[in-house]
C-alpha cells in the first residue's frame, strides 16, 4: 500500500489517513483516525519536527537504540467497524509481531520508511476503486485531484462510525 496522505472529512471534520494499493486495482483505503494521528502522520510528511519528541518519534528513537527494525506494518482485519493493525519489528533473527492500532502504526512506518500492507479481505471489505480509474500517484497534480474528488465523493456517501473505534 502506499500512503497517499491524510485528509478531513467534512462536515464532520474527522481526519483519514488515505492508503492505496500499489498495484492491481488501485484501490483506495480510507481508515478513519484521531486528530493527534492525524497530526503526527501530517507533521511528518510535511518534514516539521516538533521541539520535543513526540510518542511515535520515541518509539522509532527506542527502535534504533535497541537495534530493532520496524520490517512492514500491515493491516490485519476489519471487525465491528474497527481496524486491527500489526507492526512487524525484526531485531537480530528475532521477528516479533506487535497488535496496534493502523492510526499508531502508520504514524511509526512514515518515520522508519517502513512498507505499508493491507490483507486483501480488507481492502475488498472497506476500499474503493475511484470510478474513472485515476491514480494517486503524486506525480501528476492533476490526476491526484481527480482521485481526491473521487474520494471526497465516496465520503460523502458513507458515515464516520462505519469505520470509528479502528484508529
Same mark, same amino acid.
Given at each position: 500500500?502506499? /500512503?497517499?496522505?491524510?485528509?478531513?472529512?467534512?462536515? &464532520?471534520?474527522?481526519?483519514?489517513? /488515505?492508503?492505496?494499493?500499489?498495484?492491481?486495482?488501485?484501490?483506495?483505503?480510507?481508515?478513519?483516525?484521531?486528530?493527534?494521528?492525524?497530526? *503526527?502522520? *501530517?507533521?511528518?510528511?510535511?518534514?516539521?519536527?516538533?521541539?520535543?519528541?513526540?510518542?511515535?518519534?520515541?518509539?522509532?528513537? /527506542?527502535?534504533?537504540?535497541?537495534?530493532?527494525?520496524?520490517?512492514?506494518?500491515?493491516?490485519?482485519?476489519?471487525?465491528?467497524?474497527?481496524?486491527? *493493525?500489526?507492526?512487524?519489528?525484526?531485531?537480530?533473527?528475532?521477528?516479533?509481531?506487535?497488535?496496534?492500532?493502523? &492510526?499508531?502504526?502508520? +504514524?511509526? +512506518?512514515?518515520?522508519?520508511?517502513?512498507?505499508?500492507? *493491507?490483507?486483501?479481505?480488507?481492502?475488498?471489505?472497506?476500499?474503493?476503486?475511484?470510478?474513472?480509474?485515476?491514480? +494517486?500517484?503524486?506525480?501528476?497534480?492533476?490526476? &491526484?485531484?481527480?482521485?481526491?474528488?473521487?474520494?471526497?465523493?465516496?465520503?460523502?456517501?458513507?458515515?464516520?462510525?462505519?469505520?470509528?473505534?479502528? &484508529?
Amino acid at each position: 500500500m502506499e /500512503l497517499v496522505g491524510v485528509r478531513v472529512e467534512m462536515p &464532520s471534520n474527522t481526519p483519514i489517513v /488515505l492508503l492505496q494499493e500499489n498495484e492491481g486495482e488501485r484501490r483506495m483505503l480510507p481508515i478513519f483516525i484521531g486528530q493527534h494521528e492525524a497530526k *503526527a502522520i *501530517a507533521r511528518e510528511l510535511e518534514g516539521v519536527s516538533t521541539e520535543r519528541p513526540m510518542t511515535h518519534d520515541l518509539v522509532r528513537d /527506542l527502535l534504533v537504540v535497541l537495534a530493532a527494525t520496524l520490517e512492514k506494518v500491515v493491516i490485519t482485519d476489519l471487525r465491528d467497524k474497527t481496524f486491527f *493493525a500489526e507492526m512487524h519489528l525484526v531485531q537480530g533473527d528475532t521477528t516479533q509481531i506487535i497488535s496496534c492500532r493502523p &492510526s499508531d502504526a502508520v +504514524a511509526i +512506518a512514515v518515520r522508519t520508511q517502513a512498507p505499508l500492507f *493491507a490483507a486483501p479481505h480488507v481492502v475488498e471489505a472497506a476500499g474503493f476503486l475511484p470510478e474513472d480509474g485515476t491514480l +494517486a500517484d503524486g506525480d501528476d497534480n492533476e490526476a &491526484s485531484e481527480e482521485v481526491l474528488d473521487e474520494f471526497r465523493e465516496f465520503i460523502d456517501n458513507v458515515n464516520p462510525e462505519d469505520f470509528m473505534g479502528g &484508529s
